[in-house]
């Protein structure tokens, strides 16, 4: 089966977005769907709420931080 180049760049662009390519090309973000973004953003909330009603006692939790982009290369 050959494909035009036109063909290939269509068919990574569908790749799913944790696959090995996507981690190739963006790096750690790719491991991280809008669903873990969400769950990290409760537990951050949770943690400081929890935090906070606490008095502020003891050390501010340290918040989950999302992975960072790997900048492109043109």
């Not at 973000?29 to 400081?48: E, G, H, K, Q």
């Amino acid at each position: 089966m050959k494909l035009t180049h036109r063909e290939l760049i269509q068919f990574i662009r569908h790749l799913p977005p944790q696959c090995a390519t996507a981690r190739a090309m963006h790096g750690p973000v790719a491991d991280w769907t809008p669903d873990t973004y969400l769950a990290a953003s409760i537990a951050n909330a949770t943690a400081a709420i929890a935090w906070a009603q606490g008095g502020g006692k003891g050390s501010k939790p340290t918040p989950i931080k999302p992975p960072k982009a790997r900048r492109r290369r043109t």
